[in-house]
C-alpha cells in the first residue's frame, strides 16, 4: 500500500470522489444510467422475468451500451471504424452473433428464450 501511496505522490495523481448523495455531479455517466434505466422499465413493462430472464436481458443491454460508438479511431474517411467503450473494458469491440427478428411474434408462455430475446430487441 504504502508503494501505491509513493506512486500517487510521485506522479502527482489525486483522487476526486463524489459526494454519496449526489449523483447528479456524475454527468454523463449518471444520464446514460438514467437513460438505460428509463429504456429498460419502458421495454418490460409489467411482464414478469424470471432472475436468470432477467440477468440474461440486463446482460445483453450492458453489452448493446458498451458497443455505441464514442469516436472514429481514424480520420481516414475510407476507415469507418469506431472507438466504443468495449475497448476500454476488454481491449476490442464487442461483438454478437444476429438473432432472428422477434419484434412482432406473439410470445407464448413456453417460449421464455424468445421473450427475453423480443425484450432486447425492443430495447
Not at 44 to 64: D, N, R, S, V
Request: aromatic content about 10%; overall charge neutral; hydrophobic content about 40%.
Amino acid at each position: 500500500m504504502k508503494q501505491l501511496t509513493s506512486f500517487f505522490a510521485d506522479e502527482s495523481i489525486r483522487w476526486k470522489f463524489n459526494p454519496p448523495a449526489a449523483p447528479h455531479f456524475g454527468g454523463l455517466w449518471e444520464e446514460a444510467i438514467k437513460s438505460a434505466k428509463l429504456h429498460l422499465k419502458r421495454t418490460i413493462g409489467k411482464q414478469i422475468l424470471t432472475y436468470e430472464e432477467f440477468l440474461t436481458l440486463i446482460i445483453q443491454i450492458e453489452a448493446c451500451l458498451n458497443s455505441r460508438p464514442l469516436c472514429l479511431i481514424s480520420d481516414d474517411p475510407s476507415e469507418n471504424s469506431v472507438l466504443t467503450p468495449g475497448h476500454f473494458i476488454i481491449g476490442t469491440a464487442l461483438t454478437t452473433i444476429p438473432e432472428e427478428n422477434l419484434i412482432d411474434e406473439k410470445i407464448s408462455s413456453l417460449k421464455r428464450w424468445k421473450l427475453t430475446q423480443q425484450l432486447f430487441q425492443s430495447f
